[in-house]
């Protein structure tokens, strides 16, 4: 059973910067996309970041292009979110999830494009 585990949320000002990480175990990661997405209050999950297995694309939301770096370890089964001069509406829940199709050729920015999720991190960003 595939688990993935979020970590590095915190509650920080405008202009701070944080690091998630999502350690999986369960499955072999480097066959497989990652990808980070968001949820506030009120609002739907929507997509944050993606890498892809083969080659690391990677992809952003217009709202974080810029600001967030996604990276992974595949060493270490691990896939990471560096947010720098984050805002108050960077505030929600963040979730890595791995992409339901090894070595899929495309980077899937929908929700339904991934089959294993984490339980969330919160970051909170005050003004």
């Known amino acids: 059973q595939v688990r993935l585990v979020e970590s590095g949320g915190g509650l920080v000002q405008a202009g701070d910067s944080l690091r998630l990480s999502c350690a999986a175990s369960?499955?072999?990661?480097?066959?497989?996309?990652m990808g980070w997405f968001r949820q506030a209050p009120g609002k739907e999950r929507e997509f944050v970041a993606a890498?892809?297995?083969?080659?690391?694309?990677?992809y952003y939301a217009d709202s974080v292009k810029g600001r967030f770096t996604i990276s992974r370890d595949n060493a270490k089964n691990t896939v990471y979110l560096q947010m720098g001069s984050l805002k108050p509406e960077d505030t929600a829940v963040y979730y890595c999830a791995v992409d339901s199709v090894p070595f899929r050729r495309v980077i899937v920015t929908t929700t339904t494009g991934y089959d294993y999720w984490g339980q969330g991190t919160q970051v909170s960003v005050s003004s």
């Open positions: 890498i892809s297995s083969r080659d690391g694309r990677t």
């Open positions: 369960g499955r072999t990661l480097n066959a497989y996309a």
